[in-house]
């Protein structure tokens, strides 16, 4: 009966490491094909992009303003390359086709951003608008410029829905 009982415990094992490996596996595999997906659609191959970004964007009724909205854009740039970049300038850009406007705050302007993360930068962007009728909303995009290896790069993106997912627009 002991016998039984270890090879059923062997054999639980067993189907556990797989079950793992091949989770495991998944994760990995769709990782990199996502990374690689998106590196083949920027046309950074080879060249990988060394700013990272975390963005969080609301929309709603500005507190003291009756019949206003406000939206607010709050972030966090930084360096994940193995080089320092420099003179890193950041644009939140606003696009409201119910009010017929584009409006650009720079809110990071020539910063230096150390390699491997070590230094971030955050910012904060708002714009106030008229409510709409039906609600409308306002598309964000986020521009991040700056110096490395002596070369001006930049990419722009727009953010999708309020979250930091974001849909690249152009590059370089």
Request: charged share 25%; with cysteine; glycine share 10%.
């Amino acid at each position: 009966m002991e016998h039984k009982i270890k090879i059923l415990v062997i054999g639980v094992m067993i189907a556990a490491i797989t079950f793992g490996v091949i989770i495991v596996g998944i994760i990995v595999g769709g990782f990199s094909l996502f990374y690689f997906t998106v590196q083949e659609e920027s046309g950074l191959k080879g060249n990988v992009m060394d700013i990272s970004y975390d963005i969080v964007c609301t929309q709603g009724a500005a507190e003291k303003f009756t019949g206003m909205e406000r939206l607010k854009v709050h972030g966090t740039v930084w360096n994940t390359g193995d080089n320092e970049v420099k003179n890193v300038t950041v644009t939140v850009i606003f696009t409201d086709a119910a009010h017929d406007r584009v409006v650009r705050k720079t809110v990071v302007e020539g910063v230096d951003l150390l390699p491997d993360g070590a230094a971030s930068v955050e910012f904060d962007a708002e714009y106030l608008r008229e409510m709409t009728m039906p609600k409308t909303s306002v598309d964000e995009t986020i521009q991040v410029n700056w110096i490395e290896d002596g070369q001006l790069k930049n990419f722009t993106r727009r953010l999708d829905g309020g979250t930091n997912n974001a849909k690249l627009q152009a590059e370089e």
